[in-house]
Nanobody, 114 residues
């Protein structure tokens, strides 16, 4: 079955960095656009970044442009989210998802606080 296993979250001070990873399985990874979403407490889940199936076509939410970078490793069926210059408003649970695949992982929590 389809699985997404997110990792790499944690507590970080404002201005710090984290690198999230998402290991995907159960589908043909190289054929799908991959996405990172986040859900902050009391808010709806929002799309943060996307990367096309070839590794091109990267898009970002305005709130993270210039700070976050999405990438993928086709050989490892893994998608990454490098997050730099983190802000308190980035605090959320982060999830990865393949476009058109109706399945979610457990997410990885990110807390940005001094």
């Amino acid at each position: 079955q389809v699985q997404f296993v997110e990792s790499g979250g944690g507590l970080v001070q404002p201005g710090g960095s984290l690198r999230l990873s998402c290991a995907a399985s159960g589908f043909t990874f190289i054929m799908y656009t991959m996405n990172w979403y986040r859900q902050a407490p009391g808010k709806e889940r929002e799309l943060v970044a996307s990367i096309g199936y070839t590794g091109d076509g990267r898009t970002y939410a305005d709130s993270v442009k210039g700070r976050f970078t999405i990438s993928r490793d086709q050989a490892k069926n893994t998608v990454y989210l490098q997050m730099n210059n983190l802000k308190p408003e980035d605090t959320a649970v982060y999830y990865c998802k393949a476009s058109g695949v109706d399945s979610w992982g457990q997410g990885t929590p990110v807390t940005v606080s001094s």
